[in-house]
């Protein structure tokens, strides 16, 4: 019984390994024979050739094309933004994703942020929710967030800055 958990194991990832290989250029429909996996790193690749990595300390599998993910991070190497959330939906076949239940946002320039949700869709963030931005002794708050074809995250609207 204790050699079927690692042969079992491997079985998974291999399955797991063939869906997700090729990220956003994933066609085919394969029927995975598991509904949960827990500690999951994917890499999802661009158009651009830009990588996005998702860590998550579990992954709900709900249909062949979506998980629920939780305790989730997004990380882009190349623009060296980060985002933690508890909660996301993730579309196997896109590499698009949803987070939410309070999402922290790392940028480069080392400040932090907080929105309640947010998309990554083709590499880009949107959302149209509130977000609060801080960094040293300045907060900027508005509503709605962009990144453009740079990585530059820009807030839509209501624009307010505080200087503590």
């Known amino acids: 019984m204790k050699r079927a958990y690692p042969v079992g194991l491997l079985i998974i990832s291999l399955m797991l390994w063939i869906l997700l290989e090729k990220g956003e250029k994933t066609t085919r429909e394969v029927n995975l024979p598991f509904q949960e996996l827990k500690g999951v790193r994917i890499n999802t690749e ?3 050739g830009e990588v996005w990595r998702l860590e998550a300390s579990r992954v709900v599998i709900d ?3 979506r998980a629920t993910i939780y305790d989730v991070t997004f990380r882009s190497e190349l623009r060296r933004i980060s985002l933690k959330a508890p909660r996301g ?3 196997i076949t896109t590499g698009d ?3 939410m239940d309070g999402v922290i946002i ?3 320039d080392g400040s932090t942020g907080e929105v309640e949700s947010l998309r990554i869709e083709r590499g ?3 959302s149209d929710a509130p977000v609060v931005l801080e960094k040293d002794n300045m907060k900027i708050t508005g509503k709605g967030i962009v990144t453009d074809e740079l990585g530059n995250l820009k807030i839509l609207r209501d624009v307010r800055v505080e200087l503590k």
């Open 106 to 108: 790392k940028l480069p």
């Open 89 to 91: 939906i993730y579309e």
């Open 63 to 65: 249909n062949n094309d």
């Open 124 to 126: 880009k963030i949107k």
């Open 97 to 99: 994703a949803e987070v």
């Open 46 to 48: 661009s158009s651009k």
